[in-house]
């Protein structure tokens, strides 16, 4: 929940496309963060289809994974939105991009 009465401020609005659909983010939060306001909590399936999604929030446990930009495995709680950025959701694990 954003509190701009409570002094916290955010940075300006960013055109986003999460799943191909537009979106839009703040600049200063994370993707998971856009992914959250975007209303879904589920950032991946594993290989055997089971949702994943923010876990430890901070980098470590690399559950948020997401295609950012046409590249996979990219851990959305460490990842800041910018604009234009275009995230997907993604199925099973990621391929290195070709
Ligand atoms: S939620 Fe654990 S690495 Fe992102």
Redesign the pocket.
Known sequence: MRLPEKGLTRGPRVNILVDGEPASAYVGESV?AALMADGAMRTRTTAGGEPR????????????LVEVDGVPNT????TWVREGMRIDRQDGPGTAPS
């Open positions: 998971a999604g923010l876990f430890c929030g901070m980098g470590v446990c690399f559950d948020c851990r959305a709680c460490v």
